[in-house]
């Protein structure tokens, strides 16, 4: 049997769809492919970008292209449309999972790889959304991941592509790298320059694009807060779990960890959080750097194996969706095979392992209207909707509100809004829209990179609305502290 790409351990069957979790169907929408790629160019946006007029040819080599038995498996009904962010942007065919699938099956029968077939590939987010809408059970985590790892071995991109690329990868992966910028970013956001930076837009002005995004995105940077090499259970000891700390969660959210330390603590765990472990190459495995990704998976694989742990807790969505793929990321390494796949059955996202354990802490009450956001990792790519909602429903007197459109991504979409920032911005500003019309007093998730991707759309918007992660808000309700606290951020 095929594995699935970026699937948890639940069965397929107790899945929602994409129906079930707000989408429409595909009534009034074209019932077949367009064979006509070019038509694109009318539609999608970017696609002025810079073109490097490179035609690959074949299209992809021998090494895990995407498989011909998976894009088989499309029966072309078009059930994923709607749930697709580019396909709702642009109304575009080859912005859609059909698209794709189809540019995958034109480049396996002899198609080159040129700019425009590349550009329909870097425009989809990897959200998932068209793996929980698709009916026929179409692995398409999978054939992006491989069509993405071909584009990154053979398709020369631009210069300015590469070099900002580059700095993002050789940055973002690193914690000590990113630690070093803390110290010079707090000075600018402290001194009130970056906000006036903002206001007068200058960023916009004096910077490229993708910087000028970069900057946007950046989180308010509070204290360092660091999480001990190993916090003992409160009570009895029920767990020994590992946690990861993440590169962006743990030098711009540390507190995030903090609190999750707290709380899997409270509920019967002994916390171990390695000072030794690196990146878990979420960011590379969803760009397609595929050496880098498996480098990034045996070292994370090697510092859990020495910690003795009997799960590894992940508090943020995107490395808890790559972390369950080493299986199939590490399937070529005869040392590293069997490992990687016992080892991500032992991932467990934050809210996953705490519903499984059931609450060992009295939570005290929280009376707040908190709006859930479904990161796309965690409820698309890993299957987990009721166990957050669980996690937060236990906490007495806190109103959980859902939000319009839940399926549709944020546009964050890992390094989705620093690369392509302007369909990224659409996506916010529609998520932005729906969220305010909760009419919620917090708004709750799961992923860094969410958090700030909605942040700042609502920042676009004038709109203020206090934010926090999801073990936040378990931690405030553990600790009893005053809701205040948290809505007063
Ligand atoms: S992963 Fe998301 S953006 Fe990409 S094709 Fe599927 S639904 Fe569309
Ligand atoms: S990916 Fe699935 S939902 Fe989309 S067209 Fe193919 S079979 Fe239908």
């Known amino acids: 049997m095929t594995e699935q790409t970026g699937r ?45 007029g490179v035609a690959v040819l074949p299209a992809f080599d021998d090494h895990h292209p995407p498989e011909q038995e998976l894009i088989d498996d499309c029966v072309h009904c078009g059930f994923c449309l709607p749930t697709c962010p580019t396909y709702v942007l642009w109304g575009e065919e080859m912005d859609s999972p059909r698209g794709r699938i189809y540019l995958m099956e034109i480049g396996r029968q002899g198609e080159p790889m040129n700019d425009e077939m590349v550009r329909h590939f870097d425009q989809c987010l990897g959200c998932m959304a068209c793996v929980t809408a698709c009916p026929s059970g179409v692995q398409y985590g999978k054939l992006i991941e491989a069509t993405r790892q071909q584009v990154e071995r053979r398709y020369p991109r631009s210069r300015r592509d590469r070099a900002f690329r580059a700095l993002v990868f050789r940055l973002f992966p690193y914690p000590r790298r990113l630690r070093l910028l803390r110290g010079p970013l707090r000075l600018y956001q402290r001194s009130g320059l970056g906000g006036l930076v903002r206001r007068v837009g200058l960023t916009d002005r004096l910077l490229p694009r993708r910087l000028s995004a970069m900057e946007r995105l950046l989180p308010t940077l509070g204290r360092l807060e660091p999480v001990p090499e190993v916090t003992p259970a409160a009570g009895p000891r029920r767990r020994r779990v590992g946690m990861l700390t993440g590169c962006v969660q743990r030098v711009f959210f540390p507190e995030v960890n903090a609190a999750t330390a707290r709380v899997l603590a409270a509920d019967g765990c002994e916390v171990v959080a390695p000072a030794a472990q690196g990146c ?15 480098a990034f998976a045996r070292a994370a694989i090697q510092t859990f194996e020495a910690a003795g742990v009997d799960q590894v807790v992940v508090n943020a969505a995107g490395c808890g969706s790559a972390m369950k793929e ?19 059955d032992r991932v467990r996202d934050l809210s996953e392992l705490l519903v499984e354990l059931g609450p060992a802490a009295e939570r005290q009450p929280l009376p707040i209207k908190v709006a859930w956001h479904d990161a796309c990792h965690l409820g698309h790519a890993q299957g987990i909707r009721t166990q957050p909602r669980r996690a937060l429903g236990a906490i007495p007197d806190l109103e959980l509100r859902e939000i319009g459109e839940a399926e549709i991504c944020c546009g964050s979409a890992g390094i989705y809004n620093l690369v392509e920032p302007e369909p990224a911005a659409e996506l916010g500003d529609r998520k932005a829209a729906n969220v305010l019309a909760t009419g919620a007093d917090l708004l709750v998730t799961s992923n860094p990179g969410c958090l700030m991707q909605l942040r700042n759309a609502l920042e676009r918007r004038g709109e203020r609305l206090p934010m926090a992660h999801v073990a936040e808000v378990l931690d405030a309700a553990v600790r009893g502290t005053d809701p205040r606290a948290l809505l007063e951020r």
Do not use: I, M, N
Request: aromatic share 4%; net charge negative.
């Open 280 to 294: 878990c190459g979420a960011l590379s495995l969803h760009a397609g750097r595929e050496a880098e990704a498996q």
């Open 326 to 344: 080493y299986g199939h990321l590490l399937r070529d390494d005869p040392e590293f095979a069997e490992r990687a796949a016992a080892f991500s």
């Open 8 to 52: 948890g351990p639940e069965p397929a069957h107790e899945r929602a769809s994409a129906t079930q979790v707000g989408a429409r169907g595909p009534e009034g929408l074209p019932d077949e492919v367009g064979t006509d790629p070019g038509q694109a160019d009318r539609a999608t946006a970017g696609a002025g970008r810079p073109e490097t």
